[in-house]
């Protein structure tokens, strides 16, 4: 795949290829059936109304990739506010997710991109601090832009 790649915001249009992707992601890294949803079609509902919510809300931004006509890539920045800290003065933080590559559009700088139109619009939301998961895959290009771990250890809980 050599075709020029594009760049686009996401859309209301676009929530089924977000729907998509984020699918997609979840299969490749966890396997299909995994976690608390094992039902797809009840997931895929889930993911429809939170970005028909959240998109024009503005708490989610989303970039979509494109080449040769065909979606190469997405990406995803939920933004959120906290009680102001220290670290973050105006308690606005960013949350990246929603980083997937198709596997034939690897390796040509692609979620470099669209990491760094993340960071642009976090930038401009005034944002303080962005934090993401890293996959093995995507942890290298993570660190390169400067993302490290955290001083303090997270903990998390899951609340039944």
Known sequence: MTAEVTYRRAGAADIDLLVGYRLRFLAEHF?????DYRDEAALAAELRAYFAEALPQGSFLAWIAEAGGEVV??????????????????GRLGYILNMYTAPAARGRGICTALLEKLIADARAAGVSRVHL???????????KRGFHEPGDV?????VE
Do not use: C, F, Q
Request: hydrophobic share 30%; proline share 10%; net charge positive.
């Open 31 to 35: 396997g299909r059936g995994s976690g």
């Open 73 to 90: 890539g997405t990406s995803g920045l939920v933004l959120w506010r906290i009680p102001p800290n220290d670290g973050v003065p105006n």
């Open 133 to 143: 998961h890293a996959s093995k895959m995507g942890e290298p290009i993570y660190r």
């Open 154 to 158: 997270e903990l998390i809980l899951k």
